[in-house]
């Protein structure tokens, strides 16, 4: 192997863009918003929450046309074409419908759901409608990624045999806290867990056997989980994920001719090296672009999916979220936390 790949993500500008609408102005929905509107050509023209006063404010904030202080109203509007739903992890399926049945195409945050019935019921009425739904798995999208993707489907790296990765952080505990409430959807494996989790399907698939460990906070969410998945291949997967304390971010892919090393944080921009036997090839992301800010490339991907006449992402599609949702419910399930 003597060079890498280019990537081959959909550029940040210059391509279709969307009328997005953003429904739940949070933490998570100022950072997609802050660096889609700083780093592409898609636009936000409305904005939407419980009370008008929030909702205003966070339109000041951005620069945003229009808030609304209802949901129904921002999905009512004709000039809204899809809708980010970025409320906490209890309420998407409520608000994913909501959009579907308005005719929007939707992203919405990770995880889609809370569990495996809730995302089966978007994924069902999305379908149905024939929209675009993707969950907002922003990681997949980055350029460093699509490097990853190609060197998989060359074989570059032989036959996989362990993938490893990890995503830990320390929360502050708030029984009442969107991390710690279980009428929430709380529980670091539906926070931060679906990244690694994402990251062994992103390789390898599904699993055919998933076994858990670890500890429940008091308040009855998974705290910190560590995660072995088997393959029919026989390969292995080991996750880990904890809200306990912070991690490295690490994640590696080891095949028989070449291993690849995030040295973190393998979600967000970075970097990664390719090892085959001596030689040792480097990639860093080009544009500076670093943690959040990685955010707007799913914007721009869907865009362009949407453009292209899709219902649904090839790089991160509906059935490949149903399938990590099955491996977060099934450790949540042995942890206790479900």
């Known amino acids: 192997m003597r060079a890498l790949p280019e990537p081959n993500n959909v550029p940040l500008t210059g ?11 949070g933490r998570i929905a100022r950072e997609w918003v802050r660096t889609v509107h700083a780093n592409t050509d898609q636009r936000v023209v409305a904005a939407a929450s419980r009370t008008l006063e929030r909702a205003q404010q966070f339109a000041d904030e951005f620069g945003i046309d ?15 074409e899809a809708v980010y739903i970025a409320a906490p992890h209890s309420e998407h399926r409520a608000l994913a419908l909501l959009a579907i049945a308005a005719g929007k195409h939707v992203l ?30 922003w990681s997949r999208f980055l350029p460093q990624h699509t490097i990853v993707a190609q060197l998989l ?21 708030d029984p009442a806290s969107r991390a710690f409430d279980p009428a929430l959807g709380g529980g670091a494996l539906l926070d931060i867990g679906v990244y690694p989790a994402w990251f062994a399907h992103f390789v390898l698939g599904a699993p055919h056997a998933v076994t858990a460990t670890g500890s429940l906070a008091s308040t009855g969410v998974d705290a910190q989980a560590a995660l072995i998945l088997d393959y029919a291949s026989g390969a292995q ?16 892919v080891s095949g028989t001719l070449a291993r690849i090393e995030f040295p973190g944080p393998f979600m967000g921009p970075g970097s990664f090296s390719v090892t085959a036997g001596d030689e040792r090839l480097e990639w860093r992301e080009p544009t500076g672009l670093r943690w ?32 990590i949702m099955a491996v977060l419910e099934s450790a949540r399930t042995q942890l206790g936390a479900l």
Do not use: N
Not at 73 to 78: H, R
Not at 237 to 252: D, E, H, K, Q
Not at 294 to 309: E, F, I, P
């Open 66 to 80: 229009t808030a609304y202080g209802s949901y129904e109203q921002l999905v009512a509007d004709p000039r809204v």
């Open 153 to 173: 489907e060359a074989g570059d790296l032989g036959e996989v045999l362990t993938v490893t990765g990890d995503f830990g952080a320390k929360f502050e505990f």
């Open 108 to 137: 919405i945050e990770k995880p889609i759901a809370v569990t495996v019935a809730e995302a089966a019921d978007i994924i069902e009425a999305a379908r149905a409608a024939g929209v675009f739904a993707m969950e907002a798995m």
């Open 237 to 252: 997967a080991a996750i880990t994920t904890s809200m306990l304390v912070p991690t490295p971010l690490a994640a590696t």
């Open 15 to 25: 391509g279709p863009t969307l009328r997005w609408g953003v429904l739940a102005p």
């Open 292 to 323: 959040g800010e990685g955010l707007c490339y799913q914007a721009t991907a869907v865009a362009q999916h949407v453009a292209d006449g899709l219902t649904e992402s090839p790089w991160h599609s509906l059935d490949d979220t149903l399938e």
